[in-house]
């Protein structure tokens, strides 16, 4: 079997390289490890596909590499993808900038990728596994595990295999090995966009409650990231979109070595001078109550429950016994609340991965320096974008414009 382009992945950016490629007039074929195309995507935005957002800048993406992930993205950007969904009749929602299919269902846009993928009648090898890749001449030998053919050639390759986050759905880091062979850098795996874990005391107290905050990131004594949002408090940390916001930068200090802290205000929306004055007025109106009980206008009862023991007084306390001391101490533990990170969720919760391919290894067209033909697209590549739809306009920009160069590296051939 001889192609033009075999696309090696058939998640999100797999299955647009192998639509763009196909719609070129390239024999195309896409291998699936798995028994199913596009299961990550199902995953995304809880189930509703944020599948892009109208505010794209380079801050939206979160290493070293954000210009380079800008520069792809402007040639098949935010307008391109929502009139390419349209065009499937996909039609896109808009809730502050976060793109959704109208249906508000990840399985939406699914479907019509793998409609249009069997309109087109591009063959899929599932269940098959490529151990190897060949150059023998002008052409690459693909060698498979699980088709009913060993052996494969292609005069083009697109890597589209995605991360190691979430292997369940078929991102099981197995990309990266067959990069490796090819002698291509891989900056090392991290999980991205997860939870983190503390030996925090005292915050089982809190498991549960969701509250808008500010959560800093300090590595080696230093600020190195921010966000602000709903925060989740859990038995084990704190989770939510502003913790996985963030949490690249701890996992990455953690990695070096360093000592890493998150600082949550739980109150980013209120000045402390403010919020003194509200706990204040609370704790003296409500004199005859707890002290959880007068503040739960303000807080929930266990949030409040587990600040107070942090700075060792009980939240069933009477509200009466509050003085000026304790409310400025229960104030100012409000705006810095202190978890030392001991670690983080790993590939099973994580949403995406940072690292990956060494973008120094591709030139402009997501083509390896030292393996022409070859081309990359997706979570492989070293590029993670914040929560939002970033991800994912990564990999439909990425797998447009490996399509495109593929097809142009083969009209040079010709």
Same mark, same amino acid.
């Not at 249009?116 to 599932?126: N, R, T, Y």
């Not at 913790?243 to 890493?260: I, K, P």
């Not at 920009?397 to 142009?408: E, H, N, P, R």
């Given at each position: 079997m001889s192609f033009d382009c075999v696309v090696i992945g058939g998640g999100a950016a797999g299955m647009m390289a192998a639509i763009q490629c196909k719609e070129n007039n390239m024999q195309t074929v896409i291998i699936e490890h798995t028994a199913k195309l596009g299961t990550k995507i199902l995953k995304t935005g809880n189930g509703k596909c944020n599948f892009s957002n109208t505010f794209m800048t380079k801050e939206m993406y979160q290493n070293n590499n954000a210009d380079y992930a800008m520069e792809?993205?402007?040639?098949?950007?935010?307008?391109?993808? *929502?009139?390419? !969904?349209?065009?499937? %009749? #996909?039609? &896109?929602?808009? $809730?502050? @900038?976060y793109l959704y299919p109208r249906s508000e269902m990840a399985a939406s846009v699914a479907l019509?990728?793998?409609?249009?993928?069997?309109?087109?009648? *591009?063959?899929? !090898?599932?269940?098959? %596994? #490529?151990? &190897?890749?060949? $150059?023998? @001449?002008?052409?690459?030998?693909?060698?498979?595990?699980?088709a009913k053919t060993n052996t494969i050639k292609t005069k083009t390759v697109i890597l589209a295999c995605g991360s190691a986050a979430s292997p369940s759905s078929?991102?099981?880091?197995?990309?990266?090995?067959?990069?490796?062979?090819?002698?291509?850098?891989?900056?090392?795996?991290?999980?991205?966009?997860?939870?983190?874990?503390?030996d925090k005391k005292n915050m089982k107290l809190a498991t549960g409650v969701r509250a808008y905050g500010n959560v800093k990131i300090m590595a080696a004594g230093r600020v190195v990231a921010e966000d602000t949002g709903e925060i989740q408090f859990t038995d084990y940390g704190i989770s939510g979109i502003p913790?996985?916001?963030?949490?690249?930068?701890?996992?990455?200090?953690?990695?070096?070595?360093?000592?890493?802290e998150a600082l949550v205000d739980v109150a980013a929306d209120i000045k402390e001078d403010d919020l003194l004055s509200m706990l204040k007025c609370a704790v003296n109106t409500r004199k005859h109550q707890s002290v959880s009980e007068s503040l739960s206008g303000l807080f929930n009862k266990k949030l409040v429950m587990?600040?107070?023991?942090?700075?060792?007084?009980?939240?069933?306390?009477?509200?009466?016994?509050?003085?000026?001391?304790?409310?400025?101490?229960?104030?100012?533990?409000?705006?810095?609340l202190r978890y030392h990170i001991t670690g983080y969720k790993g590939n099973d919760y994580a949403q995406v991965c940072?690292?990956?391919?060494?973008?120094?290894?591709?030139?402009?067209?997501?083509?390896?320096?030292?393996?022409?033909?070859?081309?990359?697209?997706?979570e492989l590549v070293d590029i993670d974008g914040k929560c939002g739809g970033y991800n994912?306009?990564?990999?439909?920009?990425?797998?447009?414009?490996?399509?495109?160069?593929?097809?142009?590296?083969?009209?040079?051939?010709?």
């Open positions: 792809i993205i402007n040639r098949f950007n935010v307008d391109d993808t *929502i009139h390419f !969904f349209e065009d499937l %009749s #996909v039609y &896109k929602k808009e $809730r502050n @900038g019509a990728l793998t409609g249009k993928i069997q309109a087109l009648d *591009i063959p899929v !090898f599932f269940e098959t %596994s #490529v151990k &190897k890749i060949d $150059r023998a @001449g002008s052409e690459y030998v693909l060698q498979l595990e699980g078929g991102s099981d880091g197995s990309g990266y090995k067959l990069v490796k062979k090819l002698g291509i850098k891989v900056v090392k795996p991290l999980p991205a966009l997860t939870a983190l874990e503390s913790v996985f916001q963030v949490s690249r930068f701890a996992v990455r200090a953690m990695e070096e070595g360093q000592r890493v587990m600040i107070c023991k942090d700075i060792g007084i009980e939240g069933n306390s009477s509200a009466s016994d509050m003085d000026d001391d304790i409310c400025q101490k229960l104030v100012r533990h409000m705006k810095s940072q690292g990956g391919v060494d973008v120094s290894e591709l030139n402009e067209n997501l083509e390896s320096v030292d393996n022409h033909g070859i081309f990359f697209a997706g994912l306009q990564w990999a439909w920009s990425s797998g447009v414009v490996a399509a495109k160069s593929a097809f142009d590296y083969c009209n040079r051939q010709e």
